[in-house]
């Protein structure tokens, strides 16, 4: 870092690059790709005759592939650095959002999430794990809550763009969204090619195989693994089913709905750099456990409400928080597992959220009554919060990067 000055003007360039992109992949990859699905449902719904057990079926195919592929994602990315797994993948993303909306029922649709799904894990990861490698330690939280806020700016761009495509079209209209969001994904996937870059302060990357052993015998990396697999239950309840709840359930319009959807992704962009803040300064459990609160809150509010008021005030709750947690939990992991290992960690995190993020559409879909009402499903997911604000105390999470506990 001594060298002259442009040397170093390069470097602090560089990282904020690589920050940029990390954060439109992140971006494309839940705002546009995962959440695509939420959006686009009642459409998809009503245009192909899905029952509620059917479309949440296809979403928790879709999960499982994430889940299975979230290890592999953390083993890519040490192999062959996140510039080209990121890449590769979110034109796989892309490729499945095509059969989506090529779809004409059950089978193209499992096969298309299913693609989708198993890319956006070798997305998520390599992004999530950026920190390390770039920033100080002391920085970890509030540089990997940039990257989650870049799902809020999802959220607002899929808010606007989806809800207007869908109107193309009373019938076919879904089939155009999905298309419009592949390629502002395949887009995407193009200038993340040109601005990553693979970090400069690893060094040698460790074997694939000892970098997993390492990682597994780590005991505080499956705690935070196990906390995040109830974040993952709770998040993706909500996520999945909203728009099919306020649309069939509750009787507002598309257009409504993507409002809505689009005030949670204001939201939360400030919420994950406030939580990044928040932990790195008073540490990662308290943060926590106001998060699980908050997001509890904005479940019970969607389920139970019944008016503008209750909608808007549970999706600003929840889109402060659903991508805080991705950040305060993932930063952690870069602290117990350290740069070199950081990848590993999260991967082994994201998988055990994976498993939530799995099961929570299915047990939705099964719980949703004939009128399109999610409010059980909403109910359970609200406990699943409220045993992590009852875990994270249990707990130790770190504070600060511990070189022993590599």
């Given amino acids: ?29 839940l705002g546009f790709v995962r959440f ?97 490698g770039w920033f100080a330690p002391a920085s970890w939280g509030l540089a990997t809550g940039v990257v989650t806020a870049g799902g809020g700016l999802g959220f607002v761009v899929s ?59 780590l ?3 499956w705690q935070l693994g196990c906390i995040f697999l109830l974040y993952g239950f709770a998040y993706i309840t909500y996520g999945t089913f909203s728009s099919g709840h306020l649309v069939l359930g509750r009787g ?14 204001v939201a939360g962009i400030p919420g994950p750099l406030l939580a990044g803040y928040a932990a790195d300064r008073f540490g990662h459990r308290p ?13 019970l509010m969607l389920g139970l409400g019944d008016g503008w008021g209750w909608y808007a005030a549970s999706s600003t709750l929840y889109g402060l928080t659903v991508w805080s947690f991705a950040g305060v939990i993932s930063a952690a992991c870069g602290m117990v597992a350290g740069p070199k290992l950081a ?11 994976s498993v939530g993020q799995m099961i929570g559409p299915i047990i939705g879909g099964l ?3 004939p009128s399109g009402s999610y409010a059980m499903a909403f109910a359970i997911a609200s406990a699943a919060d409220l045993a992590g604000v009852i875990a994270v105390p249990l707990i130790r999470l770190p504070r600060r990067h511990d070189p022993g506990s590599t």
């Fill in 159 to 217: 808010g606007v763009l989806v809800p207007a495509l869908l109107q193309l079209d009373p019938v076919d209209g879904w089939r155009s969204a999905w298309l419009g969001l592949l390629i502002v994904v395949a887009v995407i996937a193009l200038v993340s090619y040109g601005l990553l870059r693979d970090p400069p302060r690893l060094g040698t990357r460790p074997p694939l195989g000892e970098s997993l052993r390492a990682v597994a015998r």
């Fill in 1 to 29: 870092m001594l060298k002259s000055g442009s040397g170093v003007v390069m470097r602090v360039e560089r990282r904020w690059l690589v920050l940029a992109a990390s954060t439109i992949s992140f971006a494309a990859a």
């Fill in 287 to 299: 943060t926590l456990v106001v998060l699980y609160a908050v997001q509890g809150a904005g479940l």
């Fill in 219 to 221: 005991s505080r990396i």
């Fill in 367 to 369: 719980l949703a009554d």
């Fill in 252 to 265: 507002l319009s598309t257009a409504q709905a993507g409002q809505l959807w689009a005030l949670g992704g």
């Fill in 36 to 132: 695509g699905y939420s959006l686009t449902l009642p459409a998809m719904q009503a245009g192909l005759g899905l029952s509620s057990a059917q479309v949440g079926l296809i979403a928790g195919c879709s999960h499982a592939a994430y889940l299975l592929c979230s290890i592999p994602a953390g083993v890519l990315t040490t192999r062959f650095g996140p510039r080209r797994v990121v890449t590769g993948e979110l034109l796989g993303a892309a490729l499945g959002m095509g059969l989506t909306a090529l779809a004409g029922g059950v089978p193209l649709l499992i096969v298309g999430q299913a693609i989708a799904g198993a890319s956006i894990a070798a997305v998520i990861v390599p992004a999530l794990s950026a920190s390390p």
């Fill in 343 to 353: 990848s590993a960690g999260v991967a082994l995190g994201v998988t055990l959220m």
